[in-house]
């Protein structure tokens, strides 16, 4: 088990290379580098306007730099590896070393100039999606300005007149561009800092990649059967959980930039929608909820009050979304007896396995041989065997004594005695699983 102690410190994997652009362009801010798909602690301001930052998961937040009363920020468009779990790395295009790009912060009232350098083999754009600023500023290619040729950098400066959570993304070659995983969020804090505070405030991009397993570069022409479904260009067993300390309000803003829909449903507990990208719900319009559908180019954020400890599951509530690389046009073998085809197949293929029969679940518990470059379509192991699951799923661990600024992984929850479903240990009807329904009609008629 990885230690996320040791290896989520603040910074950690911050490289610098904005000294090259620097001589050849005195003035432009420095754009930091992320090298690690590991969850960075939050980026304190250390000048501004304060505010409470957000965690972005696997993710980090760009800094930025005060230029009298303006925030500078440096947005680098430009091919990067990405690894989207342990032993799957994707060749994509992304912002400053990572896909999805950093995360971008500021407070309501700031003027941002956000320097964004083209180091793609095309042109591109970027898009503030939700953000209220002038037209010519919108980043739309082609309508607001002409696009950002390779190796050039353009100037986007505007105010922040409102807060919430926003997104930016190309509208230039769009599919390919974000097909690539050309994304990121961008948070607005509210300028009184006593509306609506939370203790934790996660943020989670859900993004799709279509990579046939054994490669590297993703399909730019998929419309909907994509193959690895991400949080933040990650997947499950590797996205982070989210770690709560018991008692915290928690703030969840969760983006979709991918083709569909995704429902997201946590567990144990209910929860109030209270953000979209259009602004902040009020009071009186927010209803409950335990799943909440994030329709495609649109933000939801909800909230609650972490009061029930335990690992609690977060996912999207479509199965295939929960799943790794896997392949759609397999028959249904449930209740099939294999044994006379095992014997055929075996008199060629003598390491032949039936499977299917049962279910799938042999799947998560089998080491199959994958090719290179691939994750298991269901995996993860927890305290009590295989979660067999993938893709879009993650763990929220409430625990009691975590320090404020602790994100690290603080292991399983242990079930207190009398609260876990546990084995009856009285008599059993007769029963076999073995037996087919058909098997089983019969046996009742006589
Ligand atoms: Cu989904």
Not at 69 to 97: C, Q, S
Not at 261 to 280: A, K, R
Not at 316 to 321: A, E, I, L, M, V
Not at 338 to 344: A, G, I
Request: proline share 8%.
């Amino acid at each position: 088990m990885m230690n996320r102690r040791q290896i989520l410190t603040a910074g950690a994997g911050l490289m610098a290379t904005g000294t090259m652009a620097k001589s050849q362009n005195m003035g432009l801010p420095e754009a930091a580098m992320m090298d690690s798909a590991t969850t960075q602690a939050p980026l304190r301001p250390t000048s501004g306007r304060d505010y409470n930052p957000v965690v972005t998961l696997n993710g980090w937040t760009l800094p930025y730099r005060m230029n009298g009363n303006v925030k500078e920020f440096h947005l680098i468009a430009e091919p990067v590896e990405r690894e989207l779990a342990d032993g799957m790395t994707a060749y994509l295009w992304g912002y400053n070393g990572q896909s999805t790009g950093p995360t971008i912060e500021a407070v309501e009232g700031d003027r941002v100039r956000i320097f964004v350098t083209n180091k793609l083999p095309e042109h591109t754009t970027v898009h503030w999606h939700g953000m209220i600023l002038p037209s010519g500023m919108d980043g739309v290619g082609g309508l607001s300005h002409p696009g950002i040729p390779p190796g050039k950098t353009f100037v986007y400066e505007f105010d922040l007149v409102k807060s919430g959570t926003f997104m930016y993304h190309p509208h230039a070659d769009e599919m390919v561009q974000m097909a690539m995983g050309m994304m990121g969020m961008f948070v607005v804090h509210p300028k009184d800092p006593t509306f609506m505070p939370v203790d934790r405030d996660f943020l989670i991009m859900l993004n799709a990649f279509d990579i046939d397993p054994g490669t590297y570069i993703p399909r730019v022409m998929t419309m909907t059967d994509f193959n690895i479904w991400t949080w933040n260009s990650r997947v499950f067993p590797d996205i982070d959980p989210l770690v709560v300390n018991y008692g915290d309000r928690v703030r969840v803003r969760v983006g979709n930039l991918t083709m569909t829909n995704h429902p997201i449903h946590m567990h144990g507990y209910d929860f109030e929608v209270t953000c979209t990208d259009g602004g902040w719900v009020p009071k009186e319009a927010r209803w409950p909820e335990v799943s909440i559908d994030i329709p495609v180019g649109a933000m939801r954020a909800y909230e609650f009050d972490a009061v029930h400890l335990g690992d609690w599951a977060i996912h999207c509530h479509k199965s295939h979304h929960t799943m790794n690389a896997m392949g759609h046009d397999v028959p249904n073998f449930i209740g099939a007896d294999k044994t006379q085809l095992t014997r055929m197949i075996r008199r060629h293929q003598p390491e032949y396995m039936p499977m299917g029969s049962n279910g799938m679940a042999e799947m998560g518990m089998m080491q199959m041989e994958l090719p290179d470059n691939t994750v298991p379509m269901m995996t993860g192991w927890g305290p009590h065997g295989p979660i067999e699951m993938g893709g879009m799923f993650s763990v929220v661990k409430v625990r009691e004594g975590i320090d404020a600024d602790d994100y690290s992984d603080p292991g399983w929850y242990e079930n207190p005695p009398g609260t876990q479903a546990y084995e009856w240990a009285g008599e059993l009807p007769e029963f076999s699983t073995n037996d087919s329904p058909k098997t089983r009609l019969t046996k009742r008629k006589s």
